[in-house]
């Protein structure tokens, strides 16, 4: 069965840090893969997306990841993270056109 | 307004009542879909609309959980005989195409019904 596992369940960083978040699903075929983020008090919404072509992907606020198909991983990075970064950030693979399947969540707290 | 609406925010009920929760989606998207989440968990599948049909309910846990959208827009999942164990947020989402050509793959969350059952 496809699962995706998200490394670190709590990251706490100060300002200005990198952040690199870890993703690993379990797919063989083709993979579409998401960052979903949940800031404080809001809904779940989209951050970035791979479907095909360049496995570099950037999304929004300067967050950026990279699928590397031979490590079955799609890693969330950020070169400068900000106190409004804190959130809770979800990795999820798109399983039979329409069901996603999703990792566990990574509460990242940003230090100001 | 412009995104997906939920209602109730918050629920608290006894084990064994019954619960409606309603989901509003965004205007003309015709994908709905309901996911639960339960703490420190990701989301997890339930059911998938397109238009007024089930598509896909095989996420739902048991016969006590149902879910409608009679018209193609505003859908309510309902609970039967609530036990402790389905205590969760409940989300719902929706996209402007469901699975075929033209779907994206993002999905428009609402901001979820927490349901406790005492």
Not at chain 2, 4 to 23: A, F, I
Not at chain 2, 38 to 61: K, M, N, R, V
Not at chain 2, 66 to 87: C, H, M, N, W, Y
Request: hydrophobic content about 35%.
């Amino acid at each position: 069965a496809q699962s995706v596992s998200q490394h670190n369940h709590h990251v706490i960083l100060s300002e200005a840090a990198s952040l690199e978040l870890g993703c690993n699903y379990s797919y063989g075929g083709t993979v579409n893969l998401f960052w979903y983020v949940q800031y404080p008090g809001q809904h779940l919404q989209l951050l970035l997306k791979y479907f095909s072509g360049d496995p570099l992907v950037k999304g929004i606020k300067g967050f950026e990841a990279e699928f590397i198909k031979s490590k079955f991983s799609f890693n969330l990075r950020k070169p400068s993270v900000q106190w409004s970064d804190t959130a809770e950030y979800f990795c999820a693979v798109l399983r039979s056109n329409y069901q996603l399947i999703w990792g566990a969540g990574t509460k990242l707290i940003i230090k100001p | 307004g412009a995104g997906v609406s939920q209602t109730p925010s918050n629920k608290v009920t006894e084990k064994g009542k019954y619960v409606e929760l309603r989901c509003d989606p965004i205007s003309g998207h015709t994908a709905l879909y309901w996911y639960r989440q339960s703490l420190g968990q990701g989301p997890e599948f339930l059911i998938y609309f397109q238009g007024t049909g089930a598509a896909d309910d095989s996420g739902l846990p048991n016969d006590r959980f149902f879910a409608v959208r009679p018209e193609g827009s505003v859908s309510t999942l309902k609970i039967q005989r609530t036990e402790r164990g389905d205590s969760a947020v409940y989300l719902c989402a929706s996209s402007l195409m469901g699975i075929g050509s033209g779907f994206t793959g993002e999905l428009f969350f609402g901001e979820g019904s927490r349901l406790t059952v005492l």
